[in-house]
């Protein structure tokens, strides 16, 4: 099933769709600092480079956040992305990867970060570090420009967000970046959880994510306990399952319904609302559009899957032959 989805995938599209205004978008799943996947698949999709800069005749990419990060070349993705984006070839928005390395080479007033990493998340970050190791200024000025990015787009019948639509949120966040920029006073805020700022940003960047019962124990592959899951966040959860409402969990969640007491107000995503494009959620071929109108584009190229994109055309609803992967060598 899977080899056939992706080689499905794979055939040529038709480049003209009565829907569409003349501009067509690539969106681009979760890069990961994998550059060179990147480079690939950009050439599948035949963009060709130009002076140092990735581009289309006809068509605009979209990078849907998480290009930083996990993989060997940050510093290279970033590079691609950000010369596309001020070239106009590309758009890009920001993913919770994005707001780690912000967080963390982002000093206050005292120097010191935001949000300092810890664990794992410090390996990484000392890994990008040492990619700039000999240009620190230009760590610098990579990490304003990544403050200037916006956390949401939107175009003609067609949403791009992280890992959670609300227009809620979409209402908060813009209203707070009145500088076109996330100032050292935003970053402050949204760096303090339980701020309703704070809070946007994370369902934003990480989706809708439900705290496990305290007597429910369950382990990853790890065999490292889970205390929350994340869940499809455009069906109500309301007398659903576990394993129902899970999307984008690499564990096994019990197909009894939820208690109600865990649950908490949140947008649901209407099913006429427009077709909205997320990453985030590391998911296998067959389930990158689990709704008509809700198509992920991560497929885990960070855990041996694939570096994934969605060709739109005008079309309406999530098309299963519009999804291409970057082949592998």
Known sequence: MLSKIIEKAKMPLIQKSTESRGIYYDIIGDVHGNAGELIRLLKQMEYSENEGIWGHKHRKAIFVGDFTCRGPQTRGSLNIVRAMVENDTAYAILGNH???????????????????????????????????????????????????????????????????????????????????????????????????????????????EVNLPHDLIIKDNRNIRRTNFRINWWEDPKGKTFKQISYGNKFILPDYTIPPEILFPFQVYPSGAPLVFIGHYCMAPARLIPVPNVCCVDSCVANDGHLAAYRWNGELTGKVEHLVFQKKI
């Open 98 to 208: 994005e707001m780690n390395v912000i967080g963390h080479f982002t000093k206050d007033k005292e120097g010191i970060p935001f949000k300092l990493a810890t664990g794992s998340n410090k390996k990484i970050m000392d890994r990008i570090k040492e990619e700039y190791i000999y240009e620190k200024s230009q760590l610098k000025d990579d990490i304003k420009w990544l403050r200037r990015l916006p956390f949401f787009l939107e175009f003609d019948n067609i949403r791009i967000t992280h890992a959670y639509w609300s227009s809620d949120n979409k209402k908060l966040i813009e209203e707070s970046i009145s500088e076109k920029k996330l100032t050292k006073k935003l970053l402050r805020i949204i760096f303090t959880p339980g701020t309703p700022l704070s809070e946007a940003v994370r369902q934003t960047t990480r989706g809708i």
